[in-house]
């Protein structure tokens, strides 16, 4: 699986978009980019993939740079319900369904 | 659908002691697996299994079991625990791009 990159940690302002950037410069023409949340104590949460088209679901959306080096995950209305660590995972979809990698994420704070 | 559930929610063990984490999903999923996360760490696989009979090693396997007798449970054994084990487990079940994780048992050994 492709290195990814992500800031340590970020604030948003509730009722803002929050951004959350990714960097994965390594990443391979059959690599998907997925993001996973964890809020404090929970178990992590799937939010959204994609593997080079924008994507946009109910929770939030997926911007892939054309050379696929980087992503942005946006969540368009942030609450104080979206305070949590974020993920950002690179991997190849295979029916091999191996493990996903955890690296350190960003830290968002929601703040009031 | 009650998804993925882990018992127990909280255990405290004495170095030595051994004990089974049980985790169980009624999704039907073929493909599940076993976390943990030490504080302020991210998540480190242990064991997974890609069906019923079929386990494998994740990254940090040793001091811990697992079988997969049924499509729906998979059980985590810790043989002798030691302190270095007190962390919190997830287990987490899939099919296809998204995994499910459980609420979380988090162990602490004295």
């Known amino acids: 699986d492709a290195k990814t990159t992500q800031p340590p940690s970020m604030d948003c302002a509730e009722g803002r978009a929050a951004n959350l950037p990714c960097n994965h410069s390594?990443?391979?023409?059959?690599?998907?980019v997925y993001w996973y949340r964890q809020i404090h104590s929970q178990g992590p949460q799937y939010i959204i993939h994609?593997?080079?088209n924008n994507e946009t679901n109910e929770m939030a959306s997926l911007i892939i740079t054309e050379d696929r080096k980087s992503s942005t995950l946006i969540l368009p209305h942030a609450t104080l319900r979206d305070t949590a660590v974020y993920y950002c995972?690179?991997?190849?979809?295979?029916?091999?369904?191996?493990?996903?990698?955890f690296g350190s994420g960003t830290r968002l704070q929601v703040q009031p | 659908n009650a998804g993925v559930t882990q018992t127990p929610k909280f255990q405290v063990l004495k170095t030595g002691q051994s004990m089974t984490l049980q985790c169980a999903q009624d999704?039907?999923?073929?493909?599940m697996s076993w976390y943990r996360q030490d504080p302020g760490m991210g998540l480190r696989l242990i064991h997974y299994?890609?069906?019923?009979?079929?386990?494998d090693q994740g990254e940090v396997p040793n001091g811990y079991n697992v079988s997969r007798s049924t499509t729906e449970d998979f059980p985590l054994r810790l043989l002798s625990a030691a302190p270095s084990q007190t962390s919190v487990y997830f287990c987490?079940?899939?099919?296809?791009?998204?995994?499910?994780f459980g609420p979380g048992t988090r162990l602490t050994v004295t």
């Open positions: 390594t990443i391979s023409g059959n690599e998907y």
């Open positions: 995972i690179v991997r190849k979809r295979d029916t091999g369904r191996r493990a996903l990698t």
């Open positions: 987490a079940s899939s099919y296809g791009n998204e995994q499910y």
């Open positions: 994609g593997l080079k």
């Open positions: 999704m039907n999923h073929e493909y």
């Open positions: 299994s890609v069906g019923a009979g079929i386990t």
